[in-house]
Nanobody, 112 residues
């Protein structure tokens, strides 16, 4: 299994970005999927999770601003990030719980 993340970049505070992660293989639809992030000098933290059936959960720091979703037909998980803040700056990685697979990460920088 390979996970390919994309969609990161530089955005001003208050802006939006949409991250995508495409998985190879045939186990995507049966796995819980997460997005994690790691800022410089900080521990990696879980940002959002989507279960097989679409139920979601979020870190308190992003609740109401970020939305995770999945498209099982396309083996893709998305993270819509709105109202971005400088403290959201980090490398964001997708994670497949079944098999514990990680994507390569995509940089998100929120700065004016």
């Amino acid at each position: 299994v390979q996970l390919q993340a994309s969609g990161g970049g530089l955005v001003q505070p208050g802006g939006s970005l949409r991250l995508s992660c495409v998985a190879s293989g045939s186990i995507f639809s049966i796995s819980i999927m997460d997005w994690y992030r790691q800022a410089p000098g900080k521990q990696r933290e879980r940002v959002a999770t989507v279960l097989r059936g679409g139920s979601t959960s979020y870190a308190d720091s992003v609740k109401g601003r970020f939305t995770i979703s999945r498209d099982n037909a396309k083996n893709t998980v998305h993270l819509q990030m709105n109202s971005l803040k400088p403290e959201d700056t980090a490398v964001y990685s997708c994670h497949m719980v079944v098999g514990n697979y990680w994507g390569q990460g995509t940089q998100v920088t929120v700065s004016s």
